[in-house]
């Protein structure tokens, strides 16, 4: 069966604690990406990779940072630099040279 | 950078009325996506459309590229309970995708 995972689906954090966000993904696909969506608002862009080994700040980077280690997984930590980490986050991929990108069901991160 | 504003940011309607909604450009597109996003889920990819002019339907959506590649819109017939949700554009460029604000359809109870 594949598709994209996220654990875990809630996550609750202290301020000033960095916390790591998974992404698997059993699909093949070179590129992966890391969105950001805060209530009532779009889809912002954090960090995308296309190939292992290789990533790219997406739009709001500052506070984030990712690795890809493998083609399959692209985690992202939030750090305590981030100023208001508490939102939806959504893992993507995209096939190469597909179009569409394949969503997993996010993780909702709360920092108190 | 290119933008893609994303029009109404919230339409209610009552069931069985039409919705649309609006995505537009001051540059021209090099292509248009359109997801769903359902409450609480994730973005679900609908179409992309890459001519001038474009016309697709799958069945109660309607989905339009404008002849100049600046604007697209997604229309849906006689809405229903299961369309609920939030509709995006977003363009494709490169490996990255330019995304529109969303607009939210509500269903009036």
């Known amino acids: 069966d594949g598709g994209i995972t996220q654990s875990p689906k809630y996550l609750f954090r202290k301020e000033g604690q960095n916390v790591t966000l998974s992404c698997e993904q059993n699909?093949?696909?070179?590129?992966m990406y890391w969105y950001r969506q805060d209530p009532g608002q779009g889809l912002r862009l954090i960090y995308y990779?296309?190939?292992?080994?290789?990533?790219q700040k997406g739009d709001i980077a500052e506070g984030y940072s990712v690795s890809r280690e493998k083609k399959e997984s692209f985690p992202l930590t939030v750090t305590s630099a981030q100023k208001n980490p508490t939102a939806f986050y959504l893992c993507?991929?995209?096939?190469?040279?597909?179009?569409?990108?394949?969503f997993g069901p996010g993780t909702r991160l709360t920092v108190t | 950078g290119q933008q893609v504003m994303q029009i109404p940011q919230y339409q209610h309607v009552q069931e069985g009325e039409d919705f649309t909604t609006y995505c537009n450009s001051s540059?021209?597109?090099?292509?248009i996506q359109w997801y769903k996003q359902r409450p609480g889920g994730h973005p679900v990819f609908l179409i992309q459309?890459?001519?001038s002019g474009e016309v697709k339907k799958q069945k109660r959506l309607t989905f339009q590229f404008g002849e100049a590649k600046k604007n697209s819109s997604l229309h849906i017939t006689a809405t229903q309970t299961t369309d609920v949700g939030t509709y995006f554009c977003?363009?494709?460029?490169?490996?990255?995708?330019?995304w529109g604000a969303g607009t939210k359809l509500i269903i009036k109870p």
């Open positions: 993507a991929s995209r096939s190469s040279p597909g179009i569409e990108q394949y």
């Open positions: 990779s296309q190939i292992v080994n290789d990533f």
């Open positions: 699909l093949n696909h070179d590129a």
């Open positions: 977003a363009e494709g460029s490169n490996y990255q995708l330019i």
């Open positions: 540059t021209t597109l090099s292509n």
């Open positions: 459309l890459v001519k």
